[in-house]
C-alpha cells in the first residue's frame, strides 16, 4: 500500500492518466483490499447472505470512501498528525450520519433497506486504511479515483461471495427463486436437491473468500509471499 | 504554513473541527427533522394498514403487489378510510376513543408500565373493510440485536389473525431480517391466539414440521433457520404485548 502512496506526480498529467487508471483498476484485481490486503473482512463476513444487501453496501462504501478520501486529501496539509486518526474518523462518521439523514429525509424506503450498513460503514477498516495510505499523501483526484478503485475492488469481492452465498444458502439471486421453489418442490427441487443452509452462516463466507483467494493466487503466482 | 506539530494547533484544530462538524450535523438534523418525522408517521400507517391487509394489490389489483405495503403517498389517505379516527386508548379494561392512540410510543409505555401502580396505556386501531371489522394490536419487543416491532390484526372474533408485519431496527440481514419477509408473516394469518378459552399467544417453533402452515390451531408457525433469538423475540412479543389487551378483549366479547 504504502509505495502507491508515495509515487506523487508531480507533472501536470492528463485526468485519465495511465497512473490514474491504475489507481481504479489495481485494488479490483492485484491489490484487491479484501483478498490481497485482507482489509474489510468483517462486513464481508457479515452482510454477504443476500446478493442484494452486498450490492447495496458496496454503493454506500464507495460514496463514503470517495467523499472522505477527497476531504481528507484536501485538509491533509492542514492536519495534525498526532490527532489524525480521530480527524479521519470524524470525517467519516460526520458523512455517514449526514447521507443516513439525507436518506431518511428523502429517500425513505431506500434507508429502510440500508438499515444497519449505514452504521457499519464507520467501522470499515479499508476506509481508515485509505484515508491513512493515501488521502493523506496524493491530491483530490487521485484520491478520488483511489476512492472509487478500492470500494469497488471490495464490491466486487461482497457480489461474488453475495452470489454464491444467496444461491447455494436460500435458492434464490436478489429474492428471485432461480432453483425452483424448495417448499412447492420444483425445479431443481423436485430432481431431490437441497438448499445448504450452512451457507447462510458467516463461516461459510470466510470458506469463500479463502476459495476466491485460493483461484487467484493460483491464477498469478506473483501475489504468493515467500 | 503554521506548524502542524505544535501542542496548541492541534489543540485549536481539534477544537474548530468539533465546532464545525457539530454544527453541520446539527444543521443537518435541524433542518430535516420535519421531513424524517412525517416519514416515520408515513411508514407506521402503511405497516397498520399492511397488518389488517390493505396493501399494494388492493389498489393495484394485481396479487404480486399483495407483499408491499401501500404507497407512502397514499398511507394518509387510505389511513382515513380504513381506520379514520376509530383509534382507542386502552386501559385496563376501558376504552377511549382518541386521536392521541397513533402518538403513543409503545416503547416509553413499556418502560414506564414497570414502575407499579401506572396504568399502561395501550394503543388499539379498529379497521373496518367492508362492514368487517379487524383489531390491530402494535407489539414491541428484543431481537437478537436490536429492537424489534410489529402489528397484529385480529379479526372481528377476537381469536383468529387476520394479518401480521413485523419490522426489526438490525436483525442479520438473511436470517433473523427475515421476519419482515412475506413467508414468515404469511403464516401467522388464520392461527388461533387461543387454546380453547385460554390464551396461548403464537410460538415461533423449531421443528414445527408445519412448512405450509396447515394446522392453524396449534399456535405454532414455523421458524426461520439461523435466527432462533429473533424468532424467539417474536414469540416473547406475542405472548406479553399482545396479552395486555386480552382483559379488553374478553370484556367486549361478553357485550
Known amino acids: ?226 | 504554513m503554521a506548524n502542524t506539530d505544535k501542542n496548541s494547533y492541534t489543540i485549536g484544530f481539534a477544537i474548530a473541527m468539533v465546532v464545525l462538524v457539530g454544527s453541520v450535523l446539527a444543521g443537518t438534523f435541524g433542518s430535516l427533522k420535519t421531513k424524517i418525522d412525517e416519514n416515520k408517521k408515513k411508514e407506521k400507517k402503511q405497516n397498520i394498514l399492511f397488518a389488517m391487509g390493505i396493501n399494494k394489490s388492493t389498489l393495484t389489483k394485481n396479487a404480486a403487489d399483495a407483499t408491499s405495503p401501500v404507497d407512502a403517498a397514499q398511507a394518509d389517505e387510505l389511513f382515513s378510510k380504513y381506520i379514520g379516527d376509530n383509534q382507542y386508548i386502552i386501559e385496563g379494561t376501558k376504552a377511549t376513543k382518541s386521536d392521541k392512540a397513533f402518538g403513543i410510543d409503545v416503547k416509553k409505555e413499556g418502560q414506564k408500565a414497570k414502575e407499579a401502580g401506572y396504568v399502561r396505556k395501550l394503543p388499539l386501531y379498529i379497521g373496518s373493510v367492508g362492514g368487517k371489522k379487524s383489531y390491530i394490536v402494535p407489539l414491541y419487543g428484543k431481537g437478537l440485536w436490536d429492537a424489534i416491532w410489529g402489528y397484529v390484526a385480529l379479526d372481528g372474533d377476537l381469536k383468529t389473525v387476520k394479518g401480521a408485519f413485523f419490522d426489526h431496527k438490525g436483525e442479520t440481514p438473511g436470517l433473523g431480517a427475515n421476519i419482515k419477509e412475506a413467508f414468515f408473516y404469511e403464516d401467522f394469518k388464520g392461527e388461533s391466539i387461543y387454546s380453547g378459552a385460554e390464551y396461548k399467544g403464537i410460538t415461533v417453533a423449531k421443528g414445527n414440521n408445519d412448512p405450509k402452515n396447515e394446522r392453524k390451531n396449534d399456535n405454532k408457525v414455523d421458524a426461520i433457520a439461523g435466527a432462533t433469538i429473533t424468532g424467539d423475540g417474536v414469540t416473547a412479543m406475542i405472548k406479553t404485548d399482545l396479552k395486555l389487551y386480552v382483559p379488553y378483549f374478553e370484556s367486549i366479547k361478553v357485550n
Open chain 1, 1 to 226: 500500500m504504502a509505495e502507491v502512496a508515495e509515487k506523487e506526480a508531480k507533472q501536470k498529467e492528463p485526468l485519465f492518466s495511465k497512473k490514474n487508471k491504475g489507481l481504479m483498476t489495481d485494488p479490483l484485481f492485484d491489490n484487491n483490499p479484501i483478498t490481497i490486503q485482507v482489509l474489510g473482512i468483517c462486513s464481508a463476513l457479515a452482510i454477504t447472505a443476500q446478493l442484494k444487501a452486498s450490492i447495496v453496501m458496496a454503493l454506500a462504501v464507495m460514496f463514503v470512501l470517495a467523499m472522505g478520501n477527497v476531504v481528507i486529501s484536501l485538509m491533509r496539509n492542514i492536519i495534525p498528525s498526532k490527532i489524525r486518526i480521530i480527524v479521519q474518523l470524524v470525517v467519516v462518521a460526520a458523512l455517514v450520519i449526514v447521507v443516513d439523514l439525507t436518506l431518511k429525509a428523502f429517500a425513505y424506503e431506500l434507508s429502510k433497506q440500508l438499515s444497519v450498513f449505514v452504521g457499519l460503514i464507520i467501522t470499515n477498516c479499508i476506509i481508515m486504511g485509505r484515508f491513512e495510505a493515501f488521502a493523506l499523501g496524493n491530491g483530490p483526484w487521485k484520491s478520488f479515483l483511489d476512492g472509487i478503485g478500492n470500494a469497488a475492488g471490495y464490491g466486487l469481492i461482497l457480489i461474488i461471495v453475495g452470489f454464491f452465498r444467496e444461491l447455494l444458502g436460500s435458492g434464490t439471486l436478489l429474492g428471485f427463486k432461480v432453483l425452483g421453489d424448495p417448499i412447492e418442490k420444483t425445479g431443481l427441487y423436485a430432481l431431490g436437491y437441497e438448499n445448504n443452509g450452512f451457507m447462510l452462516l458467516a463461516p461459510m463466507a470466510l470458506i469463500t473468500v479463502g476459495v476466491i483467494i485460493w483461484i487467484q493466487r493460483s491464477r498469478n503466482k506473483s501475489l504468493i509471499e515467500s
